[in-house]
């Protein structure tokens, strides 16, 4: 029986995509980095990197994908290019991962982060009163279950993965080692925002039904609870290739991420 979150097996060659992510990475590091390795937390994994294009730059918080057990902050710095031109700091948040911590424990590090950077950002050049916290797939995940924990300004889930019930019964299972109550109690889409929020989900058209699914469906829900959500499918987007769009600093993605961290304010193009 194939996994409907295998998005591994969608794609013929997923190193491809992890190999381009750390060039676009390696290169905006070299050019633009402001911070890096930042300790956020007691643990070695604990780091976080800042791109600040600005003093006080409204700040965007993203978490990497991975199924919470694999890649790095280091694979993911590439999404600050598209909104430096906007004015928008970037922290890339690292976190330990699965099965030598617990989703509870890497969920711990993720607020940690955004506790951290409540208190510590100032310091560093980003507004701290102006944070929208955004991931890929397991990031998305991580993103919203930090809007449930504080108030956040938005919320950009991409691919992201909200109701963790059904996740738990695929081969995820192996490293997440969940029943279905601690799977609920880790869902967003079960769960209420800190405080009502805006949404932002996103999923490539090309990707697994099942991704799809979870980013409507949470927009759905946290729409009931007062938030102002939308869910749209991305053009011609695998599950690898849509984060990819954060590069483009006109692209609909970087300026719906933009519009949050913005407050709401519509950002001029860039260089056209």
Not at 8 to 32: C, I, M, N, Q
Not at 186 to 197: C, D, E, G, I, K
Request: charged share 20%.
């Amino acid at each position: 029986m194939s996994d409907p979150y295998d998005a591994l097996a969608t794609v013929p060659d997923p190193g491809f995509y992890f190999r381009r992510w750390r060039e676009w990475s390696d290169e905006l590091r070299a050019t633009r980095l402001h911070a890096r390795d930042l300790r956020y937390g007691p643990s070695d994994d604990e780091t976080l990197d800042l791109v600040v294009p600005h003093t006080g730059a409204p700040l965007f918080v993203w978490f990497h994908g991975g199924y919470w057990r694999g890649l790095h902050k280091d694979d993911n710095t590439f999404v600050a290019r598209g909104l430096a031109p906007h004015g928008i700091a970037t922290a890339i948040v690292n976190y330990g991962l699965a099965p030598k911590l617990t989703l509870e424990e890497i969920v711990a590090q993720a607020q940690r982060a955004l506790s951290w950077l409540r208190a510590n950002a100032k310091q560093h050049g980003a507004d701290p009163s102006r944070i929208v916290v955004g991931g890929h797939s397991a990031g998305g995940h991580l993103a919203a279950m930090c809007a449930v924990d504080a108030p956040v300004a938005g919320v950009v889930t991409v691919s992201g993965l909200h109701d963790l019930r059904t996740v738990a019964l695929t081969y995820a299972k192996e490293w997440l080692r969940m029943d279905h109550a601690r799977a609920a109690a880790l869902s967003p889409t079960l769960l209420r925002p800190a405080a009502p929020t805006a949404v932002v989900a996103r999923a490539g058209a090309r990707e697994p039904q099942a991704f799809k699914e979870q980013g409507l469906d949470f927009a759905e829900a946290w729409r009931a609870l007062r938030c102002a959500t939308s869910y749209e499918d991305t053009p011609d987007d695998n599950h690898f290739t849509v984060i990819g769009r954060f590069l483009d600093p006109n692209d609909p993605l970087t300026i719906a991420a933009a519009e949050l961290a913005l407050a709401n304010r519509r950002p001029r193009p860039v260089g056209v």
